[in-house]
């Protein structure tokens, strides 16, 4: 499936680094997602946005800030991150809110 | 937001049916009912979907209570590739989709 696409595919960082996750999506789509999957646990929203304006913002910690400058591409920008926040990053999109959602292969991030 | 109750694991042989059950006893009549799968190391992937209808695809079946309390995901002949955690969400018109623990199948040569 090359319909959504993420990179990089593995991040290793260090708690006071900054790096960015991208995310980009060739199917047409208005809608796209941010998720985070720790081991072991359900897959957990972070952001939502909708013709590159953001409509849901699950209490995430502000270390993450995410980006959407074109209906196509969306970031997520990591900033002294803790070892918590080591898990598997996913990225979504659908045509519109709440229609079927197509999933990146995700950015498995280890924060040391 | 209506909730589903999934099993945490179900186990099948290969090559034969697998009825992956999920109740939803709060859904509204504009909840659709939505199946993903998760396989390893993979992000999750759209099985199927529907509304009040039974519904069939090229990977599994749908069948849907007449109540629309209770749904289930039919495998046809599952294969060790069909080995992933299943997932069933409610999801309305303009309100984002939100995933539980889902069901992990095992399935067994």
């Known amino acids: 499936e090359t319909g959504v696409t993420q990179t990089p595919r593995h991040l290793v960082m260090g708690m006071t680094n900054k790096k960015s996750l991208k995310c980009e999506q060739h199917?047409?789509?208005?809608?796209m997602y941010w998720y985070k999957q720790s081991a072991k646990k359900p897959l957990e929203l972070m952001f939502v946005?909708?013709?590159?304006?953001?409509?849901e913002n699950n209490s995430v910690p502000s270390r993450f800030s995410p980006e959407c400058p074109n209906s196509s591409h969306l970031f997520l920008h990591l900033h002294t991150l803790q070892p918590e926040d080591s898990a598997l990053y996913l990225c979504?999109?659908?045509?519109?809110?709440?229609?079927?959602?197509?999933f990146g292969p995700g950015t498995r991030l280890l924060v040391l | 937001d209506a909730k589903t109750t999934q099993p945490n694991s179900m186990e099948s042989n290969e090559e034969e049916p697998v009825h992956l059950p999920c109740n939803h006893s709060?859904?509204?009549?504009?909840?659709?009912i939505h199946w993903y799968r998760q396989l390893p190391s993979q992000g999750p992937e759209y099985v199927i979907h529907?509304?009040?209808s039974n519904v069939n695809n090229r990977m599994a079946s749908l069948a849907i209570a007449e109540d629309r309390k209770s749904s289930t995901l039919i495998l046809h002949r599952a294969t060790l590739r069909d080995a992933a955690v299943y997932y069933c969400?409610?999801?309305?018109?303009?309100?984002?989709?939100?995933f539980g623990a889902g069901t992990r199948l095992t399935v067994k040569p």
């Open positions: 979504a999109s659908s045509q519109d809110i709440a229609e079927t959602q197509y």
């Open positions: 199917l047409g789509h208005n809608a």
């Open positions: 946005y909708n013709f590159k304006e953001q409509t």
């Open positions: 709060t859904i509204s009549g504009t909840d659709y």
């Open positions: 529907g509304l009040t």
């Open positions: 969400i409610l999801s309305q018109i303009n309100n984002d989709m939100r």
